[in-house]
């Protein structure tokens, strides 16, 4: 078993968990944090993706043990109270989801996206971007539409996660 | 995934002595390989021992007429380093296009040479660049490192910690990815040295990566796309899958070279 400790949305967190666990596993089994989801088997869909240290990861391809002593910044740790993150709130607006299965790792992935270009963005690195997250609903065409709103609503500038 | 025990090593020689103490231990780096081929149970190492927090393992070097770049140093960290973008652009472009942006944030030179995956990018890039592989025992040329797919000159206990090249007079990387995984169907990359043109190429080859003879030969006399015109690769010992047939890749390979070469003349 591994002691592991990080530091998840701001609070610090421990657990006893084996060292094979996921840090998607732990994430939801442990922190009850479901939103970040698991949608393959493969590391392909992203919709595990979380912010590691302010980088955007993929949470099953990585053990908990891996991530001790970093900081995790999930779904739930965007939106300010009440008041949803630009970025979320973009993805409503533009009718960025219809399940909403891939929404989380969506977002995760976009917030990173935006963070790394302080420059502003375009469709087509935005659609670049996205090649690790996958959707079945949409299209993409609003998700791209929502990062891009997201993107200019933030001002072109790097905004930190949480 | 089966039972594994993770530990964290600080230092290369902490690294090591890990392993040896190990039943049956691996080196994870950023696991972007590694752990899901656990998750498939194809692979079921006893022990796991993290490189990922060795500084020793990590940065990218521009001196003079040499680049060296640690074996940690991410994709991501590659792709978007300002000195690299100057001394050889063509391996910032290679990285950049390397799975996603999330795996790039995690996987590292290292991992993806030493896993040698007949279909990554790296492999293209430290064979046709004539790189040294460095590793805690001694230093590997490249033409020498890579053995046959998923097998290297690497010993178990043995750990790359960095590769070094001279720079390129040009270089070029061209690949036809396949679209669901981002591999390379067919990857080639192009460089000019001072002494010759050598061209490596990824995605195609039974045996993995292997340096097309037919394309260099050809880029000798003249480093322009126009002179692969009329050049043709034998489909002999290329692979043949549900992508793509071993014709189509020796076809593929002569396409990609020329992007390359374009690439590298600057567009
Ligand atoms: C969705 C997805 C898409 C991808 N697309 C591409 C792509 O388009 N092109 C491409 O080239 N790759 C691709 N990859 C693979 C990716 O580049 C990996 O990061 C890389 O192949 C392995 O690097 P790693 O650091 O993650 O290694 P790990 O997974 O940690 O390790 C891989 C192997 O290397 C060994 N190892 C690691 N570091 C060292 C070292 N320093 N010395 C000795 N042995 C070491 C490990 O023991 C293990 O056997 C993709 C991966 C995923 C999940
Ligand atoms: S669950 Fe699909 S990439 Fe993580
Ligand atoms: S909204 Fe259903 S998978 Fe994207």
Avoid: W
Wanted: glycine letters at 10%; aromatic letters at 4%; a negative charge.
């Amino acid at each position: 078993m591994a002691e592991i400790s990080m530091t998840v949305n701001g609070r610090k967190v421990t657990g006893t968990v084996e060292d094979r666990t996921l840090l998607v596993h732990f994430l939801r089994e442990n922190l009850g944090l479901t939103g970040t989801h698991v949608g393959c088997d493969t590391s392909q869909c992203g919709a595990c993706v979380v912010h590691l240290d302010g980088k955007a990861v993929k949470s099953c391809t990585m053990l908990a043990a891996q991530a001790s002593g970093s900081e995790v910044t999930t779904i739930e740790g965007l939106a300010q109270g009440a008041e949803l993150h630009p970025v979320q709130a973009a993805f409503r607006e533009h009718h960025g989801l219809q399940c909403g299965f891939c929404t989380p790792g969506m977002i995760m992935a976009a917030v990173d996206m935006i963070n790394r270009h302080p420059e502003g963005l375009d469709e087509k690195t935005v659609r670049a971007e996205l090649e690790g997250n996958l959707c079945r609903c949409t299209g993409y065409h609003n998700i791209v539409k929502a990062v891009l709103a997201a993107a200019e609503a933030m001002g072109g500038k790097a905004v930190k996660a949480a | 995934m089966h039972q594994t025990t993770y530990h964290r090593a600080s230092s290369i020689s902490e690294a090591v002595k890990m392993l040896k103490e190990a039943e049956d231990g691996k080196f994870v780096a950023g696991g972007q390989t590694l752990i899901p081929t656990m998750k498939q149970r194809l692979a079921a190492p006893s022990d796991l021992i993290d490189l990922r927090h060795i500084g020793e393992l990590k940065g990218i070097e521009v001196a003079g007429n040499t680049v060296k770049i640690g074996a940690g140093t991410t994709h991501a960290e590659v792709a978007r380093d300002a000195a690299l973008a100057k001394a050889c652009p063509a391996l910032c472009h290679l990285a950049a296009h390397i799975g996603d942006p999330h795996v790039r944030h995690m996987g590292t030179l290292g991992g993806s040479i030493a896993n040698n995956d007949p279909a990554a990018d790296y492999p293209a890039a430290v064979l046709a660049l004539a790189a040294t592989v460095h590793t805690n025992k001694r230093e590997i040329a490249a033409d020498d490192f890579f053995v046959d797919l998923f097998e290297t000159a690497l010993e178990d206990d043995e750990i790359v910690t960095a590769i070094s090249f001279a720079v390129p007079e040009k270089a070029g990387y061209a690949k036809f990815p396949n679209p669901a995984s981002r591999y390379a169907l067919t990857g080639v990359f192009v460089a000019k040295h001072a002494d010759g043109v050598r061209a490596a190429v990824t995605g195609a080859g039974e045996n993995g990566v292997f340096r097309a003879e037919a394309i260099e030969k050809a880029l000798v006399g003249a480093f322009e796309a126009s002179a692969l015109d009329g050049t043709t690769v034998p489909a002999d010992g290329l692979m043949s899958d549900i992508h793509a047939s071993a014709e189509y890749r020796a076809n593929l390979i002569v396409v990609m070279a020329k992007r390359a070469v374009q690439a590298a003349n600057g567009g």
